[in-house]
Each structure stands twice: as C-alpha cells, then as structure tokens.
C-alpha cells in the first residue's frame, strides 16, 4: 500500500465512521485550546511582562536618582562639618589669612576632590542663581560642567583626573562633570565674609557608579547572565560607567562611548525621561534615561541603569517552549481516549444526535429501539427522550394558549391603569395649581385690605404736615432762607412718605385692571423700558446691552408691564451699585414640542447676587435688603404678571450676578379669579 491510498483510506474513515469525526470533534477544541494558551502567553510575555520591565527599570532608575541625592547630600554635610570643626572655627578667629590654604588641603580627609574657600569679594564669579541663594544664606548643591581652566582653579589635579578618550575618536574629552556644594558664611554683624566651595569629580568615578549598581541590582534580582548597569552622562557622552566594552565576556568599561541619536534627542534636547529598550554600545539593554539639570536648570547630562534584555526572554521563550510541551501531550493523550472509548458509543451517540437535530429544526422525530438491551444506559437515554419530547410538545402547546391569552390581559390591564395614572397625575397637578393659586389669593387679599388702610391714614396727616410747611414757607417770605435746608429735608421725607403710600395702594389695586388689555410685541416694549432706565440713571459708567429675539406678540397691559420691566431693571442698576454691564435679552417662550407660546424677558445684571436662603423670599411684600426700598417692587411685578397667567424666575450666585426671567403668555388671563375657574373647568 502507498502512501496516497494510506491517505485515501484514512479520508474515507474520517468521513463514514463517527468514532473518527468524533475524535476530530474532541480533539479540535484542544488543539484551539493549545494555540489560545500559547497566543495568551505570548501576549503575557510581550505585553504584562515587558510593562513589568519597564516599571522595573523605571524603579530602579529612581533609587539611583535617590543615591545620587543622598551622595550629594553627604557631600554638603562633609563641607558642613568641615565648616562647623574647631580648626576651621579657630583659624578664622586667629589665622583667617591662611585658612585659605588650609581648607584646600582638607579635600581628602573629608572624601571629596576638590575643597575651596572663596572670600566674600568673589562672590561675583558665580552665577546669578548662586549669587541669589548664597547672599540668603543657603546651602546649595548642584551639577555642573567646567572645563579645564575652571577644574584647574578647583584643584590642580583634576584636569588629569578629568581626561577621557574618547573610543573611535581619536580625541580627548578635557571638561569634567561635577558635583558642587556652595557652602555660605556669615560674620557677626550678619554680613556673607566666606563661601566654602567643595564637591566631586564625575569623570572616570568608577567606584561611585559601581556604588550605585550594587546598590540599585543587588544579588539574586536579575535572570541568570544578565547584569545591571549604571552611567553618567556629561551631554552625551558616558564619562563614567559599568557598562562593559564586551557583553559576553564583560570586560572593559565603556567610557567614551556616546549615547544613541534617540536618546540624545528625547533626554538632552527635550528634557524627556525615556523608559524603553535601547542599543547600549553593543548590546540591547532595558533601560531608562533622566536627564541631569544644572543650576540654572539647563540640562547637562543623564543618569542611567539598565540592565540586558536578551537573558529575560530566553526566560521567557523557555518557558513558553516547556508550556507547548505539555499541552501537547495532553492532546495526544486526551485524543487517545477519546478514540478508545468513541468504539462502543458511536452509533447511539450518532442516532441521538440525529434525532436532537431534527426535532430542533422543527420535525416530529423519535428515538426509538437503539438496538441495545432494556438496561442498557443509552436505551434508557433514549426511552426518557422520547418521552421528554412528547411532554415537550404538550407543555409548548399548553404555553403557547396561556401566553395568548396573559398576553390579551396584560395589555387591558395596562392601558386601563395607564389612563388611571394620567388622569390621576392630572388630577394632583391641578388641585395643587389650585390650592397655590387659592392660598396666594388669600394673602394678597389680606395683605391688599391691610396696605390700604395704612396708605389711606398716612396720607391724611402727610397732607396736614406739607400744607404747614407750605403755609410756613408763605408766611416766612424771606426769613425762610433760614430754614430753608430743613424745609427742604422736610419736602423730601413727605415725597418719600407719598412714594411709600403710592406703592402700598398699587399693592392693594394690584388684582384690578387700570389699562387695555391689548396684543403688543414684545420688543418695543422693553426698548421703551430701557429708555426710562438710561434717563433715571445719570451714571457715565452704566452700560447696557441688549439682544432682543422675540417675535411672538403678547396679550399684556401696557403700563404695568413697563412698570415691571423698568422696575427689574432699575433693581439690577442697584444691584451693581449704578455701574457696570445690565443685559437685556428677549426670545420666544417655546412648549415641549418647539411651538411658541409666550414670549421671555431675561434681565441680568453683575451685582452682588443673592444669597440662596433669600431667594424664597424676595417675591413675600414687605421684604428688602435695601435701606431705602419698601420690599413691595418685586411683590406687585409678581402680581401683575401673575394676572396674565405668567411668572417670574430668579436665578442668583452670589457676588456673581442674578439673572430676572419674565415669562409672558400669548393669551392673558384676566385675573386670579379667571384662572382658578379654567383650573375648575379643566378639572371637570
């Protein structure tokens, strides 16, 4: 037999006999199983996995930045104790002439290259931001780059220390990285006499990275033949670092090097940290880059660590290996059983599965003698199908009659109590519109009587106390000029007297009509208003805008809504202390479907505002803020405007502004009364 019969012969198994489509069948989903897991893993790997690297590297680049910090702060506390020490206290009471010389030379007992002592008059050789601190009295610390001349007057020897060659070059870098503290201090009478100026060179510090390293990749925290490193930068070049000339064979540092074109750009040109995987000389290193500021914040250089990248995913790719392993085994396993077990299964299995699938399409169809004996576990299977399938058909069609028939009662029942509900929210609105309406009636009746009353008994003896001082005015004849300023204040007390009365009788007239009811638009109507407003305001620094867009007329009294609107309008100018921008604006009064109904006034001022717990109040009579205001202007605006079947709205922030909104009817109302009985009608 060859091959492409041994093929052909397998094909037509594969299709006739259930025990291999079903060893297909169960095999598929694990093999699909088998590719999700690897695909998973390979998404943990490069995704999961190599976020948790970079945050690593990320972390590890902060606690170098901290041991940097903490290097320099040791640094400053060296200088410190150098300047707080009994021999530099007693030269410079008794020797102060050669403690220059003397502070020079203490640079190695205190572990630091270099060690000066600047006298006050030099204070101009350091920069603007160093002049600042020193002169406050600061201690500083900072990085710095200086070429050679500058390491020469720090310490002869650093420009030796300082050199690098630089690899592929064939030159010299000659300027140092270092790490400076400025140390200032004060005589007695508070006046800066020295600078104690010490610090560290950068270049070639192997043991201070080296520091870092150990201190940033302790043992045991890296993959087997991975390393960590670390790095100073002086611009871009590394000019002190472990990173090793080989990775293989580690060996050789790699100072001289300079940093990659993607890396200088993100750090040194854009300020950027760079957290990602770079070319590090002659290998890729999961690394991240801060750059390094100088005093004046301009950036000299960078800090890096790192470590390689290939030992991590020979990690990773090996565990991925051993995990596709397994799997497969246990597909091949799984497969084995499966086709062991599939032999004595097939043919009832197949026929049950015949049946299910017809009686999901639709068709009348039963299982029927298997061919096995009554015990058999299939036949009984089969047996109870059947019989499930018969109770199946009778409970559907029982189902099917009850759910036509809940069906038909649910839809009654709903829409019954829907109508129910409407009405009744109708009902609730109405009544309440009606009880308002009643209990505010009520009030302003009361309140009409009573504000009556006392206008009609002020006037009387107002008209008594003015035709005396009138009759006192005739009879002084010249000696009145006297008198003349109190007579004046006299005069306008009683103007103020009739002002007050004259509201309080409005008030009380307020549910009668004085005007014609007529159609007007709305626009001229406020034009006018402002009119009145600019002329009873004389204030050179009051300005008003305006944007009038309404279109729909209004059914309104004429002088009683002028009344209202220059009465909200004066209202704002006080509000702002007669200065400032008072904003009038007009459009249609539109319902939920965008149709007009009304017309809106809406005006706004920049005053104080008012504070939230007046605001229920500012409509009740008699309540004001203002010392010459009676608290009836809003109240009677309310009521006229209430009598064409509108309201007016208020919205306030304090020490923001308050914003008036008349809402105008198309169709006015002619009274309360008239109101309450549509709100009768509509409820019958």
């Not at 041991?67 to 104790?81: A, D, I, N, V």
């Not at 080296?210 to 201190?215: E, F």
């Not at 914040?297 to 800090?303: A, R, S, T, Y």
């Not at 009609?456 to 000029?481: K, S, Y």
Request: aromatic share 6%.
């Amino acid at each position: 037999m060859n091959i492409k019969q041994f093929i052909i012969m397998w094909v037509r198994r594969f299709r006739t006999m259930v025990r291999y489509r079903l060893l297909v069948l169960t095999s598929i989903p694990i093999f699909i199983t088998l590719l999700a897991l690897i695909a998973l893993t390979m998404y943990w790997t490069v995704t999961y996995t190599w976020q948790n690297a970079l945050k690593n590297v990320r972390a590890d680049l902060a606690v170098a930045h901290h041991s940097m910090e903490l290097l320099q702060r040791e640094q400053r506390m060296q200088l410190t104790s150098l300047a707080s020490s009994y021999d530099f206290q007693h030269r410079l009471r008794t020797d102060e002439a050669n403690l220059s010389d003397w502070v020079n030379e203490q640079s190695a007992s205190y572990g630091l290259d270099f060690i000066v002592l600047h006298p006050a008059s030099a204070l101009g050789e350091f920069s603007k931001a160093n002049r600042r601190l020193l002169l406050k009295g600061e201690e500083q610390t900072f990085f710095q780059v200086l070429d050679r001349s500058a390491l020469e007057r720090l310490n002869r020897d650093l420009p030796v220390y300082a050199h690098i060659p630089l690899l592929n070059e064939n030159s010299i870098e000659t300027r140092g990285l270092v790490s400076r503290s400025l140390l200032p201090i004060f005589n007695k009478q508070g006046d800066l006499q020295w600078i104690v100026d010490g610090g560290m060179l950068l270049n070639n510090s192997t043991l201070l990275v080296d520091r870092i390293r150990d201190l940033v990749y302790a043992s045991n925290t890296l993959p087997d033949g991975s390393i960590g490193t670390v790095t100073l930068f002086m611009d871009d070049l590394r000019v002190s670092t472990n990173v090793p000339l080989d990775s293989e064979s580690l060996n050789g540092r790699a100072i001289g090097t300079r940093v990659s074109d993607e890396v200088k750009q993100a750090v040194l040109e854009q300020g950027e940290h760079w957290v990602n995987r770079a070319y590090v000389y002659d290998d890729w290193y999961v690394s991240a880059y801060e750059p390094l500021h100088d005093h004046n914040n301009n950036v000299i250089g960078m800090l890096y660590t790192g470590y390689l990248e290939w030992p991590m995913i020979k990690v990773y790719l090996t565990n991925i290996v051993e995990l596709g392993i397994g799997i497969v085994i246990v597909l091949f396993l799984s497969g084995l059983i499966v086709y062991r077990g599939s032999k004595d299964l097939f043919l009832p299995i197949e026929k049950i599965h015949q049946v299910a699938k017809a009686v999901q399409l639709g068709l009348e169809r039963r299982i029927g003698d298997l061919g096995l004996s009554q015990d058999h576990e299939l036949q009984i299977l089969g047996e109870q199908f059947d019989s499930m399938l018969d109770q199946l058909k009778n409970r559907n069609e029982e189902i099917q009659q009850a759910s036509i028939e809940l069906e038909d009662k649910v839809a009654k029942r709903t829409q019954s109590l829907h109508e129910k509900t409407e009405e009744l929210e109708q009902h609730i609105k109405l009544l309440n519109q009606a009880r308002s309406r009643l209990v505010t009636s009520e009030k302003l009746a009361a309140l009409g009587e009573l504000t009556a009353g006392i206008a009609h008994e002020i006037n009387n003896p107002t008209a008594v106390i003015l035709g005396n001082v009138e009759l006192l005015q005739f009879e002084l004849e010249g000696d009145a000029e006297r008198v003349k300023d109190e007579l004046v204040a006299i005069h306008e007390q009683i103007d103020r007297i009739r002002n007050i009365t004259r509201s309080l009788l409005q008030y009380s007239r307020q549910g009668g009509v004085q005007d014609e009811v007529t159609w007007h638009h709305l626009n001229p109507l406020v034009e006018e208003s402002l009119t009145l407003v600019r002329t009873g305001t004389k204030k050179q620094d009051l300005f008003i805008e305006k944007d009038l867009n309404a279109r729909c007329s209004v059914e309104v009294n004429r002088h009683q809504l002028l009344q209202v609107l220059v009465n909200l309008q004066m209202n704002g100018v006080h509000a702002m202390d007669d200065k400032g921008l008072l904003r009038v604006a007009t459009e249609d009064w539109l319902d939920e479907d965008q149709q007009a109904i009304g017309a809106v006034v809406h005006i706004t001022d920049h005053g104080c505002g008012i504070a939230e717990e007046n605001l229920d109040r500012i409509f009740d009579p008699f309540y004001t803020t203002r010392r010459s205001g009676t608290g009836l202007g809003l109240s009677v605006s309310q009521g006229i405007v209430s009598q064409s079947g509108g309201e007016i709205t208020v919205e306030s922030k304090l020490g923001v502004g308050t914003t008036f909104s008349v809402y105008l009817p198309m169709k006015a109302l002619n009274g309360p009364d008239a109101m309450d009985e549509n709100l009768i009608e509509s409820q019958a």
